[in-house]
Every structure is written in structure tokens, then in C-alpha cells.
């Protein structure tokens, strides 16, 4: 089940007015995109987009170190920043870039910062995560919900109803990742983006074993498979950014290295990585034609 916070309202998409609604010279472009998707998506329904088309986890690849409810592991909130101003500044110019002004979006996994752009005004900006205190503190978030998405992936939104889908650095704890991108499908808008970013830092024991046991490249593949596996998702795009600092392309993935790392013992920005995909069925192909 999902726990609303009690100083909230219920999610509403598309209802009732916020302090950020979107500029009058962006309204218009927004709406119309919208109604295209609407049409869009009367015809998606007819069709096999959004099934999950195979699994990409083996059910160790699943398991975690620390067995015990996340809901208890997150039960105190935690105000740090879990990588670094590079990262964040990477992350923020990305999202500047593809996330329109007047958008609804989710911040999927998300705490007490968002990272998106200040000067840019969105529709609303819902935020989802393990600790209420974190999320009560983000300054971004018009509202947001506590769940497990490893117990329960369903999210209470209704279908076609996001501009965008966000999840920064959280992606590794998912145990059930196919039912929970196919979630993030369902709730977007026909060209709608789901963007993942994520670097090589980590709660250890409670990310997944084909993560700890990966490598910068093997968990971008990793991410680019969630998305492969959801019929209907366009072919995911990466963006990487790897620290000159480094002196090569290759980050020590060792455990000793990832000790050196959390310790600040290895000079050098995180590592950026980000999976971007949209939930488009025809278009491309028309365009093709």
C-alpha cells in the first residue's frame, strides 16, 4: 500500500491549479502535444505495447545482502547528497534539456532533492520514495507518496498521465525492475521520457546482485535490457560521463576500489550514466515511411 503524507493532497492530475503552473507562452505547445498523445494512445491500446516481453533478472540476480524490509532500512532520513556536484550539475543540465516547462512528472525513488532545474517552471512534480521526512523536505515536490516497490509496483496513477518519469541513483535497488518499468510505461504520456541516471556509488548491501557483481558498462547494459524488455519503449539512448580525472574510460569496479571510493581515498568526479527512453509506438516508424 501506499502512504500519502498527511499535509498533502491526493495526486490529481490536470485538476486543480498549483503556485508553478506553466508559462502562458508554453501552455499551448504543451496542450497540443497532449491531445496528440490522447488520440495516440486510444490507439495504442489495441496493440501489445507496454507488455513485458521477457525477464531480465535471474532470481539471484535479484537478491539482496541485507534482507530485512526497505522500509526499515530508510526509516531514518538521511539529508546528504549521494554524489557529487558534477554529477548533480550533469544531471541538471540533462534535465534542462529534455524535460519541456508546464510538464507533469514523477520523481520516482526520490529524497529530500530533486535535482531539476530551479528556474524552470513545471505543471507539478510528484515525488515517491521510502522516508516522508525527505520527501516533505524537497522543495520541488507539489506531492508525493511512500511505497515499497519491491513488495508492490503498482503505482495509483492513472494511465497516459506523465510528461516524464525520473530515477536518480536508486535504480540498483530494484528487485522487481521489469514490473516497475512497465509501471513507468503505462503512467507516461505517448512520447512521454523516463530518464534513469546513476553512478557507482551505492547502499551495498541493498542494491541487487547483478548490480554489485557489474561494471559501469555491464550496468548500463543492465538498464538498457529493463527498458528492451517492455514492448512499446523506443530504443534507449546513453549518456555517459566519465571523470578525466580517472586517466582511462575504466573505473576500478573492485570491492577494495569501492571501499577507496566511499572513503575519498581515489581522487575524481562519480562517474555520470544515464538511460533515457520514451514511451513512442508509431511515430518513428510513420516518420520511416
Not at 113 to 130: A, F, N
Not at 239 to 267: C, F
Request: glycine residues 4%; contains cysteine; proline residues 6%.
Amino acid at each position: 500500500m501506499a502512504t500519502l503524507h498527511p499535509n498533502f493532497k491526493p495526486w490529481q492530475p490536470s485538476k486543480t491549479p498549483t503556485h508553478r503552473e506553466a508559462p502562458a507562452s508554453t501552455s499551448f505547445s504543451v496542450k497540443s502535444k497532449r491531445i496528440h498523445a490522447r488520440r495516440i494512445s486510444n490507439e495504442i491500446n489495441q496493440t501489445s505495447a507496454g507488455k513485458i516481453k521477457r525477464l531480465v533478472l535471474t532470481p539471484e540476480g535479484r537478491a539482496k545482502l541485507n534482507a530485512y524490509p526497505d522500509r526499515e532500512f530508510y526509516a531514518l532520513p538521511r539529508f546528504v547528497t549521494h554524489v557529487d556536484y558534477s554529477f548533480i550539475s550533469t544531471l541538471t543540465d540533462l534535465y534542462r534539456e529534455r524535460l519541456s516547462p508546464g510538464s507533469e512528472i514523477l520523481d520516482l525513488m526520490s529524497s529530500w532533492v530533486s535535482h531539476l532545474p530551479k528556474e524552470v517552471e513545471y505543471k507539478r512534480v510528484v515525488g515517491h520514495g521510502l522516508n516522508a521526512q525527505e520527501l516533505a523536505k524537497n522543495p520541488m515536490l507539489d506531492y508525493f507518496f511512500v511505497k515499497d516497490l519491491n513488495l508492490d509496483q503498482k503505482l495509483e496513477m492513472e494511465s497516459s498521465s506523465l510528461d516524464a518519469v525520473l530515477c536518480t541513483v536508486s535504480v540498483q535497488y530494484l528487485q522487481q525492475p521489469e514490473k516497475v518499468f512497465q509501471e513507468v510505461f503505462r503512467v507516461l504520456r505517448p512520447g512521454g521520457v523516463f530518464i534513469v541516471s546513476f553512478s557507482n556509488r551505492m547502499f551495498y548491501e541493498k542494491a541487487i546482485a547483478a548490480w554489485r557483481d557489474g561494471t559501469g558498462y555491464s550496468r548500463v547494459q543492465l538498464v538498457t535490457q529493463y527498458f528492451q524488455c517492455v514492448e512499446g519503449f523506443t530504443q534507449p539512448e546513453i549518456v555517459r560521463k566519465i571523470p578525466a580525472a580517472t586517466g582511462s574510460n575504466q573505473e576500478d569496479e573492485s570491492p577494495l576500489g569501492w571501499i577507496m571510493r566511499l572513503l575519498g581515498m581515489i581522487s575524481g568526479s562519480d562517474p555520470f550514466y544515464a538511460v533515457i527512453a520514451y514511451k513512442n509506438f508509431k511515430l518513428v516508424h510513420e516518420i520511416m515511411n
